[in-house]
């Protein structure tokens, strides 16, 4: 079985990542299904919060770990990066 990345391996992963958007709408189902599906295809999810929620994202990011079971790699202003391994 492969070791976890380290956090710069998947910080570099992350910068050709797709990127989810979270913004007015804020974190409905759907967006938790998408980011699921793409933790299950690459791994690693950059996650960008629009400034309107900002007061909000540290909610939001704990909600997004939880119920995609995945770890929180790097959070800085407005971004978040999560990493989950492939089984």
Do not use: C, H, W
């Not at 989810?20 to 938790?32: F, P």
């Not at 699921?36 to 919060?49: A, D, H, M, N, S």
């Not at 939880?66 to 959070?75: A, I, M, P, Q, R």
Request: proline share 3%; glycine share 2%; no cysteine.
């Amino acid at each position: 079985m492969n070791p976890t990345p380290s956090k710069k391996d998947l910080m570099n992963r992350s910068l050709s990542t797709i990127t989810i958007n979270i913004g007015k709408s804020e974190l409905k189902d759907s967006v938790i299904d998408e980011i699921k599906r793409q933790l299950k295809e690459r791994e690693v999810v950059k996650i960008r919060f629009s400034k309107s929620i900002s007061p909000n994202k540290q909610n939001y990011i704990t909600d997004i770990i939880e119920k995609s079971n995945s770890k929180l790699v790097d959070f800085r202003g407005n971004v978040a990066v999560i990493f989950k391994k492939k089984r």
